[in-house]
Nanobody, 124 residues
């Protein structure tokens, strides 16, 4: 069982920045895929960004709605993933979930494990 702990959420004004961090524990060996999803009440969970590793090669995906503003990075050996969020908008307000493992390909990510989520609120 892999446990994920997110941190870094909070309240920020529009145009501001936040950095989310996620630490995974319980995985034997290096991680191969981690990512961030977000969800607002009444809507489906949305893939925000994902990163996968194969040896020294890393491939990442960032959703169209946040492209140019959000950046995903991580360290698979340390089982860490980060989401740098800049130029935040009120519509970015959501519960952000860290995810790990599973299957990642192109713009599709189906993880094995989920964190509890960290709230991001952007005020106008």
């Amino acid at each position: 069982q892999v446990h994920l702990i997110e941190s870094g959420g909070g309240l920020v004004q529009a145009g501001g920045s936040l950095r989310l961090s996620c630490a995974a524990s319980g995985r034997t060996g290096s991680a191969w895929a981690m990512g961030w999803f977000r969800q607002t009440p009444g809507k489906e969970r949305e893939l925000v960004a994902a990163i996968s590793w194969s040896g020294n090669y890393a491939d990442s995906y960032v959703g169209d709605s946040v492209k140019g503003r959000f950046t995903i990075s991580g360290d698979n050996a340390k089982h860490m993933v980060y989401l740098e969020m800049n130029s935040l908008k009120p519509e970015d307000t959501a519960l952000y979930y860290c995810a790990e493992g599973g299957t990642y390909y192109d713009d599709s990510y189906v993880p094995d494990f989920w964190g509890q989520g960290t709230q991001v609120t952007v005020s106008s």
